[in-house]
């Protein structure tokens, strides 16, 4: 019974273990990175939609990221002033 | 004067596509297969990424996954969102073991990233289903 009980602990303990290191693996992103890859992805996926193909696609897909990061920081700086 | 729509032009909006369903919904449960079915591997690939990567991040940000019986239009709406993700949904419990945590904001950028890779699967589904269907490339 008692050894159950150690090898419940155990297994607790290393699911415990797992979720911090999942917890852990995206805490270095800050506000930024999170807008990076949020637009990184972003841009794939619209460029993939089109109806472009080859170079013509990735062009596409640069142009989007850049919009996003454009229209993102430019928008940050809009609402600074009110920020405080 | 009644407006006379071409034949061709009105058969071709009133096609429904049986086999476009089954790739639409391949591609809504499992993020890229449906354009793997359809030989376009490189989109394929682009959505696994865009949709996994998405996903994956708002999980690991402990973003909300919202439940199946909301009581709310908002809570409704997000299930949707979530739910457009497909097999990346049940996954939520494996990637968010702690649960959600909508205090700090990287909680609530997760959320949105959740969202976002719903709806761009589900962008994805109708592309599949239009390029069965021969109306897309």
Known sequence: MLACFGMAEKVNNSVVAQAAAFENALK??????????????????FAALGQR?????????VWCFALFMLVGVGIAWLMYPFSR | MPVTVPTKARSRRARFSFAGLGVAILAWAVPGLGHLVLGRWRRALAFMVSVGGLAIAGYLL?????????????????????AGTGVFYYLAKFFERVGPD???????????FIAAAGLVNLLSAFDAYEITAGRRR
């Open chain 2, 62 to 82: 402990r973003g909300n996954v919202f439940p199946e019986h909301s009581a709310d239009a908002f809570g409704r709406m997000g299930f949707f969102a979530d």
């Open chain 2, 102 to 112: 909508v205090s700090r904001a990287a909680g609530d950028q997760g959320t949105r």
């Open chain 1, 53 to 61: 193909r080859g170079l013509e696609r990735f062009r596409y897909a």
């Open chain 1, 28 to 45: 270095p992103l800050n506000h930024f990175a999170a807008m990076l890859l949020f637009a990184l992805l972003i841009s794939v996926a």
